[in-house]
């Protein structure tokens, strides 16, 4: 058998224990079905992460070395797809380092509607902006990149700069095929509990929420977006991350270890100097 064939009786695999679960498989509506990227992704090359979090700590980038620091601005940081706040604790702490001041953005299994988690984080973040007494800076890995980019659209008067680690900016389901089978089995799980997916394709490309709307329009130009991707992630295809309207920053390693990336930690570290208030 071909490596094709192999990989379509792979996913024919997956599809079908889907079903049996009770889930549905995610279909692209229109010409984007026509034109989907059907990829495996490189998943095992995601253990990689454990090696990038090893050289993050020996590295002079981690104790605030050789990157500009910040003035206290409030920073929410907002996880990705099946993760919660903790996987973005080593950030929070290196943040901290650097004189920001890291928020938590209150989830603890990023599963939820878009649209509910999405009305969530931007209660969290008025809030913390009220606190803080200025706009403040959102950085978002991989699916939390979308909420980042969605709240900067909906509310640019709490947002003073977003940095997405590892998101498709335009297409939030240009990703692997394992990884659509995840978002599968959660949907099934939500379509047992909530009509929201029956009345508004939750968790689909013909979502129809709020959260699909601020997501897909036009970006604020008052309001920096650096992307930072690399093109060995092995769960979101690279060139979903790259956008004309986000400065965007290439940096090896994979997509889990965005979170703990030497390089990303730079780049990040220079995109929120952007947000500093004047001297």
């Known amino acids: ?23 549905t498989v995610t279909e692209l509506p229109g010409a984007a079905a026509a034109t989907a990227r059907r990829w495996w992704g490189r998943h095992l090359h995601e253990l990689r992460w ?11 980038v981690f104790h605030g070395h050789g990157v500009p620091h910040g003035d206290r601005r409030a920073v929410v940081l907002v ?28 989830i603890r299994w990023n599963v939820d509607c878009s649209d509910r988690a ?3 984080l931007e209660a ?10 200025d706009r403040v800076a959102i950085v978002g890995h991989s699916r939390g990149g979308h909420f980042a980019k969605a709240l900067a659209r909906r509310r640019p008067d709490l947002v003073c700069a977003v940095v997405s680690l590892g998101s498709g900016l335009d297409t939030p389901f240009d ?8 978002v599968g089995l959660v949907r099934a799980v939500h ?43 092995g769960v979101v295809w690279w060139e979903a991350c790259v956008v004309p309207y986000a400065t ?3 940096v090896t390693g994979s997509h889990i270890g965005l979170a703990f990336n030497r390089k990303a930690y730079r780049a990040v570290a220079h995109a929120l100097a952007g947000c500093r208030s004047p001297a």
């Open 1 to 23: 058998m071909d490596t094709g064939a192999h990989a379509r009786a792979l996913l024919d695999e997956a599809e079908t224990a889907v079903r049996d679960a009770g889930g």
């Open 118 to 120: 999405l009305d969530r």
């Open 124 to 133: 969290r973040v008025e809030r913390v902006a009220q606190q803080s007494g």
């Open 79 to 106: 996880p990705g797809f099946l993760a919660g706040d903790s996987s973005l604790a080593v950030m929070a702490g290196w943040l901290k380092r650097i004189d920001y001041r890291p928020y938590s953005s209150g």
């Open 248 to 250: 965007c920053v290439e």
């Open 175 to 182: 990703i692997s095929l394992p990884t659509l089978q995840a």
């Open 50 to 60: 454990q090696a990038e979090l090893a050289r993050l700590l020996v590295d002079p």
């Open 191 to 233: 379509a047992r509990t909530t009509d929201r997916h029956a009345r508004r394709g939750c968790m689909t490309m013909a979502c129809t929420c709020a959260f699909a709307r601020d997501y897909a329009a036009v970006f604020p130009a008052d309001v920096p977006l650096t992307s930072i991707y690399s093109r060995g992630d």
